[in-house]
């Protein structure tokens, strides 16, 4: 994914007042509506950026496809789009939480509108939730059309793991983007673009995440401490055969407080 054109998120008036922020001769909005402002224009900008869709839709959708009906990889025993599309949930869900994230944020943070925004009734804390909020409004459009698509190609998710699959898309969700957060906040915008596609390639070919950690050999006990293994194992585990991983879990819940403890110390906001 290349650099985002630069979005304009701010509008402010005569007196310099924020768009979501006081109008002049006005008090602030109540947080929750400055919140969900924020979201809706995140999502906006996501939705309307080329780039991220292929990260986000395409390139997942294409996996999906590829993986379905080519048996050069071998995905395990089972109906192949059964073991494929749990793993390109994950991959997208990776794709938006931290990828995506990663990018958007280094760039804005490089123009100064994380600073900007952090200085209006949004607040710091109220521009971290809108796009926390705008995450999972993605990824909720995500799991429609991939799980549409992979419902069309035959899969046949067990209808009890939805609940468990639910609860780990949450906590993969946190993990991913407070590790974006960190490698937004803490490199040059230029060295986030570079890092963040390389993590996203190396995590489709060796993380686990389409391709079950105990499939990679040796290498597989290390792969499987990762948080990527973890979101992709624990999907196949609730969607294919309807369990709880508490283990898978444990793993997710341990990277998404480590991470937004890191980012909560070394994040920068300028």
């Known amino acids: 994914m290349s650099a985002p054109e630069m979005p304009v998120p701010v509008v402010l008036g005569p007196a310099g007042e924020h768009a979501l922020g006081v109008p002049e001769g006005r008090s602030a909005s109540p947080l929750p509506r400055r919140v969900l402002a924020q979201a809706r224009f995140d999502v906006r900008s996501m939705l309307r950026n080329g780039e991220q869709l292929l990260l986000t839709i395409v390139l997942p959708l294409l996996v999906l496809i590829g993986l ?7 995905l395990g025993t089972g109906a192949r789009i059964d073991l494929a599309t749990p793993g390109v949930l994950a991959l997208a869900l990776v794709s938006t939480s931290f990828t995506g994230q990663a990018i958007g944020t ?14 209006t009734p ?15 409004l993605v990824e909720v459009l995500q799991v429609v059309v991939l799980g549409g698509a992979g419902l069309a190609l035959g899969w046949n998710p067990v209808p009890g793991g939805v609940l468990p ?13 407070s590790l974006g957060l960190l490698l937004a ?20 070919a060796g993380g686990g995440v389409v391709l ?16 990527s293994a973890a979101l992709g194992d624990a999907l196949r585990a609730s969607l ?10 444990a793993v997710l819940a341990v990277w998404a407080v ?10 920068r906001w300028t």
């Open 258 to 267: 480590a991470g937004t403890a890191a980012t909560a110390r070394w994040f």
């Open 122 to 136: 949004l607040g710091r804390s109220g521009l971290v939730a809108g796009r926390v909020l705008a995450i999972l």
């Open 212 to 227: 079950a950690a105990h499939r990679l050999g040796a290498a597989g006990t290390v792969v499987e401490l990762l948080p």
């Open 240 to 249: 294919g055969h309807g369990q709880w991983p508490w283990g898978d879990l």
């Open 165 to 177: 699959a639910v609860v780990t898309g949450v906590l993969g969700t946190a993990a991913f983007v």
């Open 185 to 204: 906040g803490t490199l040059r915008a230029e060295a986030v673009l570079a890092a963040a596609n390389l993590i996203w390639v190396l995590l489709l």
């Open 106 to 119: 280094g760039f804005d943070r490089r123009a100064g509108l994380l600073r900007l925004l952090g200085t």
């Open 68 to 74: 379905s009906k080519s048996s050069v990889i071998d």
